[in-house]
């Protein structure tokens, strides 16, 4: 029997390792890999008994890493990210320079397709793909190299660059508003609250948001919708008071669509980041794009700061 030249494991049982120490879940990568839970944890057992040690201890949210488990990791994910970055070149070296660039629906709907006219203008030669989920896990798609991104900084294994701070405030229609003039925040518990059932736990809802700001509440009763867009358009058809979040509201309340409701107001605890992978290099487009949205976001800082200063 011819050994393999390497020594490794196969690579399908890597391929099903990379996959679930890059979720932490067996689950996740059988459905990226579209097969059963089953099968993956067979290759799992495949993996750690050709090595001789485990590579996860298994836990109630889902499985952790053991030492041998993080350094097999890391070597293998650095190199599969090569090659994938490799097989993009080849098959895109006859096709239209793109970038694909992944954000949730709220940033994609209220700040970065307004401003993406201006670069399409600019340049025309660069097909930009929109990757747009509210799903944390669409973010590691392999062909996506840019991502906005709400949070804390601290991704693993990202470069990463502050956009703009965020500001949250409750806002409604004119007429809901009309309607309640003279509310304050403490009233706020008693009102149609219009709730966004976040998939990423990094975003304030309005739970969090009140016991920031020292109002005391109870259950919260209010509409619920999937995606901030919706949330912001019953807003603006007075069904309630909506969470706005000023980077991706202001325009709606320049425009009169929407109204601050009450003086209440906090700093958001994370901000928007751009994002990309530290071990993978951008394309000359990703890295044209990537520029670009950094220079709009500065531009964006200083006119804000201008005008609070004024």
């Keep these: 029997m011819v050994k393999r030249f390497y020594g490794l494991p196969s690579l399908t049982a890597l391929a099903v390792f990379e996959a679930s120490a890059r979720h932490k879940s067996f689950k996740r990568a059988a459905e990226e890999l579209n097969v059963t839970p089953g099968a993956v944890s067979r290759q799992i057992k495949a993996v750690e008994d050709e090595l001789g040690h485990p590579m996860f201890t298994r836990t109630p949210a889902g499985v952790d890493l053991t030492p041998p488990g993080e350094e097999l990791y890391r070597v293998l994910a650095q190199g599969f990210a090569g090659a994938a970055d490799i097989v993009r070149r080849i098959r895109s070296s ?3 320079s793109h970038v694909t660039i992944a954000c949730t629906n709220s940033v994609a709907l209220q700040w970065l397709i307004p401003r993406m006219g201006a670069f399409w203008d600019t340049h025309p030669d660069i097909v930009v793909d929109h990757q747009i989920t509210d799903d944390p896990r669409g973010f590691r798609r392999e062909e996506v190299e840019l991502r906005i991104r709400y949070g804390f900084g601290a991704w693993p294994d990202e470069d990463m660059h502050l956009l703009l701070d965020e500001v949250i405030y409750p806002v409604a229609g004119p007429a809901f508003a009309e309607r309640h003039a003279g509310a304050t925040g403490d009233d706020l518990p008693g009102l149609a609250l219009l709730h966004v059932s976040w998939v990423d736990p990094d975003w304030t809802d309005w739970e969090e948001f009140l016991t920031r700001a020292g109002i005391e509440h109870g ?3 209010g509409a619920r919708f999937g995606i901030y867009p919706a949330v912001v358009r019953a807003a603006e058809d007075n069904r309630g008071v ?4 000023n980077r991706l509201v202001e325009p709606n309340v320049e425009a009169g669509r929407l109204v601050r409701f009450t003086d209440l107001a906090i700093p958001a605890p994370g901000s928007y980041y ?4 530290r071990h993978r290099p951008l394309t000359p487009p ?3 794009l990537r520029d ?3 220079a709009v976001a500065d531009r964006e800082a200083d006119f804000s700061g201008n005008a609070q200063d004024a």
Excluded: D, P, V, Y
């Excluded at 909506?242 to 979040?245: D, E, I, S, V, Y």
């Excluded at 751009?274 to 992978?277: A, D, E, G, K, V």
């Design 274 to 277: 751009l994002t990309w992978n």
């Design 286 to 288: 990703a890295s044209i």
């Design 292 to 294: 670009w949205l950094i």
């Design 94 to 96: 006859n096709r239209t």
């Design 242 to 245: 909506a969470l706005g979040w």
């Design 219 to 221: 259950k919260l009763g």
